[in-house]
T-cell receptor, first 112, second 115 residues
């Protein structure tokens, strides 16, 4: 079992839909959780960063962490065609090395 | 403020050759990370440099190596290229690699094709 599991998709939704992207993990030491967006043939860009459990909201994006279930989510409200990209979850522990472990990424397609 | 830059953008090599990829971090960042993103796979951690020293390396053979210069820029060297080395190589930088709170900012990557 990989440390971080993420469904590669693709996930296809109509414009305006609420999108839910998820990752599960097995390492209970993970404390820091990130979501990156990666457009085709580009490097990932940081979208959301959360520490420990709870919710964090930034505009149309909401990140949720449920450490008891080892499950994290990214919600996108009022999705736009420009949101079409691959979304990568990443997480790390509080140890000294801080090397994040990434999921494989979920491909999202928002069609007009 | 300029982001992380990488060169070249694309590269084609043949098996057995050697390649050097370059990365310039965001100004003020001292840590540089290298990742491999092969088609259909997630980002695989390769190397982490901080203050000129190699701090950690991922599960890759020794033919993957690198260094960090006094200006914090970095090179990734891959010797004896194999077909499966074909991938997008991403560089990221952060303010201080030893602090988990610091997040990584990625460059656009170098796409390497090995024929």
């Amino acid at each position: 079992q990989k440390e971080v599991e993420q469904d590669p998709g693709p996930l296809s939704v109509p414009e305006g839909a609420i999108v839910s992207l998820n990752c599960t993990y097995s390492n209970s030491a993970f404390q820091y959780f990130m979501w990156y967006r990666q457009y085709s043939r580009k490097g990932p860009e940081l979208l959301m960063y959360t520490y420990s459990s709870g919710n964090k909201e930034d505009g149309r994006f909401t990140a949720q962490v449920d450490k008891s279930s080892k499950y994290i989510s990214l919600f996108i409200r009022d999705s736009q065609p420009s949101d079409s990209a691959t979304y990568l979850c990443a997480m790390s522990d509080s140890g000294g090395s801080y090397i994040p472990t990434f999921g494989r990424g979920t491909s999202l397609i928002v069609h007009p | 403020e300029a982001g992380v830059t990488q060169s070249p953008t694309h590269l084609i090599k043949t098996r057995g050759q050697q390649v050097t990829l370059r990365c310039s971090p965001i100004s003020g960042h001292t840590s540089v990370y290298w990742y491999q993103q092969a088609l259909g796979l997630g980002l695989q951690f390769l190397l982490w440099y901080d203050e000129g020293e190699e701090r950690n390396r991922g599960n890759f053979p020794p033919r993957f190596s690198g260094r960090q210069f006094p200006n914090y820029s970095s090179e990734l060297n891959v010797n004896a290229l194999e077909l499966e080395d074909s991938a997008l190589y991403l560089c990221a930088s952060s303010l201080a690699g030893q602090l988990a709170q610091e997040t990584q900012y990625f460059g656009p990557g170098t796409r390497l094709l090995v024929l």
